[in-house]
């Protein structure tokens, strides 16, 4: 490690890697270090091993933050399309598994080489294994430009522009860390309060007994939570409630809030059931929902609903009781998994004090934040990595 650079990224993960290797291109003596054994471990456990690296339909709004403008510019400047030529380029195979989510068809390991490869190329060097202690600004000179100091385990450091890639609090034995939170704070940044985002949801007592009974099977849903929607599945767990409509929605609910579940989103309940009833007057309610769900599953919501007759005998009220049910099963978790087992969290470093051209501070000239360590959280299904890319490229174009 030599002692000065033009960029020193902390934080060897998706953003700071896509950072690096732009920046150095442009021809910048570039330092990325990291405090873990690897590079990239969130990229390496991504979309089950295969990372869901993209999407096909970004858009601002599969964003959350405070400020939902923020993300619009670095999007629009590189796009899902320019990561996509950039795996095509590394000779990557993919696809897209649903709803314009792309997956490497072989392993997520090819997407950690591909960054690795681009800062290897560009002359960006990678210092692994660097615990950050202090970093402290300096007054430029002309005989050096540098604006800051930065003590480590293995040695001091200076650097003119510094970029924070650390990431957020999601999965603290990968390499996750509050550290660019504390460096925003010590500059004076407002950081909006955290919390675990896309993370299953938690039951207890009674419904959390029935749930366990219920793990593994899973249904096609509409999940909804105050004025936002997710249409994919739903998965009973061990502890509650998980699937990535489940996730999705995780990223809304706040506690003591109701979620509403559609559980037939492409049928008119109504007339479904009442199809049935016609036709076959003598089939148990069990046995008709045994029809879109599993017998477990079924024999479940005919519990709820506290009725076990057949379809010829269902009165008016029970009718309408079944219909609700199905359209609006309403449920109240207990709480959320967390940090262990959340893919991102919410909240972070106000954007309001980051230009969103450039990902500089506004309160410390030279000093950066990309990635998930602002306040801006995608949905899922490859736009957090997609938000990654992004912002790391275009503060990396600014360096
Ligand atoms: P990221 O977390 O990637 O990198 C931060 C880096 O900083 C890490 O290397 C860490 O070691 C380092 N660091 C932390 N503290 C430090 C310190 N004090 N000193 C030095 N280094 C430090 N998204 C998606 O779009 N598609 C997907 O398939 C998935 N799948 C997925 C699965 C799982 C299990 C998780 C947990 C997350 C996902 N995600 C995802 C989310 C995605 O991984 C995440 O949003 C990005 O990795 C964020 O990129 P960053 O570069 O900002 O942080």
Redesign the pocket.
């Known amino acids: 490690m030599d002692k000065s650079y033009q960029v020193i990224v902390?934080?060897?993960?998706?953003?700071?890697l896509m950072c690096g290797a732009t920046a150095a291109a442009k021809g910048k003596k570039v330092l990325v270090?990291?405090?873990?054994n690897k590079?990239?471990?969130?990229?390496l456990?991504?979309?089950g091993g295969r990372?869901?690296?993209?999407n096909l339909y970004v858009e601002p709004d599969n964003f959350l933050s405070h400020n939902p403008h923020f993300c619009k510019s670095a999007l629009s400047r590189y796009t899902q399309w320019d990561f996509i030529s950039l795996v095509e380029k590394h000779g990557i195979d993919y696809y897209e598994k649903t709803l314009g989510q792309l997956?490497c068809k072989t392993s997520s390991k090819e997407i950690r080489d591909l960054l690795q490869k681009e800062c290897q190329h560009a002359g960006a060097s990678i210092q692994l294994k660097?615990?950050?202690n202090t970093i402290e600004p300096i007054e430029p000179t002309e005989e050096n430009p540098s604006r800051f100091k930065l003590t480590t385990n293995i040695g001091e450091v200076d650097c003119n522009s510094l970029v924070i890639?650390?990431?957020?609090l999601?999965?603290p034995t990968?390499?996750?860390?509050g550290?660019?939170y504390q460096v925003a704070q010590q500059f004076g940044h407002k950081i909006y309060p955290t919390r675990a985002g896309?993370t299953p949801l938690t039951f207890s007592g009674k419904q959390l007994e029935e749930f366990k009974s219920l793990a593994g099977n899973s249904i096609e849903a509409m999940v909804s939570c105050k004025d936002q929607s997710f249409k994919e599945a739903i998965l009973f767990t061990h502890k509650g409630l998980s699937g990535p409509a489940i996730l999705q929605i995780s990223n809304y609910w706040l506690p003591g809030e109701p979620i509403h579940i559609n559980l037939m989103p492409n049928v008119d309940i109504d007339s479904w059931l009442a199809k049935n009833r016609a036709g076959h007057p003598e089939l148990s309610l069990k046995n008709c929902l045994a029809k879109v769900f599993s017998q477990a599953v079924a024999s479940y919501f005919c519990q709820l609903l506290g009725i076990n007759c057949k379809l010829k005998q269902l009165d008016h009220k029970q009718t309408a009781q079944v219909v609700e049910l199905l359209a609006n099963w309403t449920i109240y978790p207990s709480g959320l998994e967390g940090y262990r087992?959340?893919?991102?969290t919410l909240g972070g470093v106000d954007t309001s004090e980051i230009s969103s051209k450039t990902f500089e501070s506004k309160r410390q000239p030279g000093l950066f934040f990309?990635?998930?360590?602002l306040d801006v959280t995608?949905h899922l299904?490859?736009?957090?990595?997609?938000?990654?890319w992004a912002s790391?490229h275009a503060a990396g174009s600014s360096l």
């Open positions: 902390i934080g060897a993960g998706a953003a700071g270090l990291d405090h873990a590079m990239a471990k969130k990229v456990m991504s979309g990372c869901n690296f993209t997956f660097c615990e950050v890639a650390t990431g957020g999601s999965i990968m390499g996750a860390t550290f660019g896309l087992v959340a893919e991102v990309i990635g998930e360590v995608g299904g490859g736009f957090n990595f997609q938000w990654a790391g």
